[in-house]
């Protein structure tokens, strides 16, 4: 089973429409974190977020937002007045303890954003 | 901070042939990962060092794939005996260990094997 599902494959929006990445997770742990990373066409992953297990508290920083809801698994991404720079693919991973000293990180499929102008 | 450096960017070869890939990681970090990602999926964890020791294989890495981190500092991955399944993006990032570490990321080594 995937432990980090991002159902969108591709997304494609008008400059300034606001838009929202899902990604839905499994774990069993009570301790673990979650992160998105924004791949450009250059192709280096650039981190964005992570937020731990125990912090629901939604965050704003700019034109981005993240709702993490726990009751649903769930760690949406929330772009406003998105941009054409904006267009990349978006990824949403899972980190884990796997024993005393080892985070293993488990990834989307990744969620293409096509901003158009 | 220069970041995490990958080298080369490209790599076009044979069937059959060995390719040897370097990752540089942001010079503070004791954490290094590979990752293997291919086109339309996201990327998948290989292999993992703490320093020099390497800790953590996945299933994903068969004989023909060796990594080392000598001293600690820049890695190598080397693969022998390329196949076409191999061509993929071959991601390097790097971390200060510590419960909530965040991973940075190279740009990438893009293998095609012909």
């Known amino acids: 089973a995937q432990k980090v599902t991002q159902a969108q494959t591709e997304i494609s929006v008008v400059e300034k429409e606001d838009v929202t990445l899902d990604c839905v997770y499994e774990t069993r742990d009570t301790t673990y974190y979650l992160f998105w990373y924004k791949q450009p066409p250059s192709g280096e992953l650039v981190f964005l977020i992570r937020r731990n297990s125990f912090d629901e508290q939604n965050e704003i920083s700019g034109r981005y937002s993240w709702n993490f809801q726990k009751s649903t698994s769930s760690f949406n991404f929330t772009i406003t007045a998105s941009q054409v720079v904006d267009s990349a693919v978006y990824f949403c991973?899972?980190?884990?303890?796997?024993?005393?000293?080892?985070?293993?990180?488990?990834f989307g499929s990744g969620t293409k954003l096509n901003v158009k102008p | 901070d220069t970041g995490v450096s990958q080298n080369p960017r490209h790599k076009i070869t044979k069937r059959g042939q060995n390719v040897t890939f370097r990752c540089d990681p942001i010079s503070e970090h004791n954490r290094l990962y590979w990752y293997r990602q291919t086109l339309g999926q996201g990327p998948e964890f290989l292999t993992y060092?703490?320093?020099?020791?390497?800790?953590?294989k996945s299933r994903l890495l068969s004989d023909r794939f060796s990594a080392e981190r000598p001293k600690g500092s820049f890695s190598t991955l080397e693969i022998q005996r390329t196949e076409q399944g191999d061509s993929a993006m071959y991601l390097c990032a790097s971390s200060f260990g510590s419960t909530n570490e965040k991973l940075l990321f190279g740009s990438g080594t893009q293998l095609s094997v012909l």
């Open positions: 991973a899972l980190s884990e303890r796997v024993d005393g000293n080892f985070n293993k990180f488990y």
């Open positions: 060092f703490q320093n020099e020791a390497q800790l953590e």
